[in-house]
């Protein structure tokens, strides 16, 4: 397919707001084909399904293609294009919005080309339903994609990677160029494939209470553990004195320096 030709067919006109950029390199599309490993029996949830490209190649492998696409002309134009296509479902849809619990099933495969913009809100979403899912393959800004793979000690470590990587085993499985979309992003892409855990890489009885205290860990990353606990107001120095000496962890670490294993064992102490 042409993208810049169909876009001038259909006279559209891209809205800043909504961050479009169409994927159209077919070396990507082989690539998230093979990275997402569908099966003729699985549900694929795809977030900003665009002039349906990728849908296409998914409603060839999948049982079920689920498409969500929010901008109002691409999805007239998706649905007379896929009216004939049994297993494709085109909603217009925020995926911010859309409750996924009407999803059939467990274990949906999602695939998303998320606006560069709105990337960290609706990965945060998906977190929240995990359950929902079996594997998350989502195209990120490059940096972004860093962020959500670090590893302790990297300074793009931070709360956003240990959100993803509580749930998920994640790792960037390739790296794409701005020349793969039309028009080109002003930045490079990396796809990112989460593989969804059975169960959260920690055991801990508090989730919510556990992601508060890494949120308070990092919200001043120069400073020291202790002092950017502390500075979250919610916590006494007492309190944290005393699960630094439980846990035996340094109080005069920084955030980036802790695995989530060491967050976990300090959350515990703190809930």
């Excluded at 962890?249 to 976990?264: C, G, M, V």
């Amino acid at each position: 397919m042409n993208v810049k030709s169909v876009l001038k067919q259909l006279e559209f006109k891209k809205k800043k707001r909504l961050g479009q950029n169409f994927l159209h390199d077919e070396m990507v599309l082989d690539a998230i084909l093979l990275h997402a490993d569908i099966h003729p029996g699985d549900t694929v949830l795809e977030i900003g399904a665009g002039l349906g490209i990728l849908t296409e190649r998914l409603s060839e492998a999948a049982g079920s293609v689920i498409s969500l696409e929010v901008d109002k002309a691409l999805y007239a134009y998706l649905k007379n294009r896929f009216r004939n296509h049994k297993n494709v479902h085109i909603l217009l849809q925020d995926i911010l919005k859309f409750n996924t619990d009407d999803l059939p099933g467990q274990d949906v495969k999602v695939i998303a080309n998320l606006p560069y913009y709105i990337s960290t809100p609706i990965l945060t979403h998906l977190m929240e339903s995990i359950k929902k899912f079996s594997l998350i393959l989502i195209m990120l800004q490059e940096e972004l994609a860093e962020r959500v793979t670090a590893e302790p000690g990297s300074k793009k470590y931070g709360s956003l990677s240990i959100m993803t990587q509580f749930y998920t085993q994640a790792e960037i499985v390739a790296h794409v160029p701005r020349t793969a979309f039309y028009p080109s992003p002003g930045v490079d892409s990396a796809l990112v494939r989460l593989q969804v855990l059975k169960q959260p890489c920690v055991n801990i009885s508090d989730p919510e209470g556990f992601f508060r205290v890494v949120q308070a860990a990092f919200s001043h990353r120069r400073k020291t553990l202790r002092n950017s606990l502390l500075g979250s107001g919610k916590i006494s120095g007492e309190r944290l004195d005393s699960a630094f000496r439980a846990t035996g962890i340094s109080p005069t670490l920084r955030a980036e320096t802790l695995s989530i294993h060491e967050f976990a064992k300090l959350a515990q102490f703190l809930l």
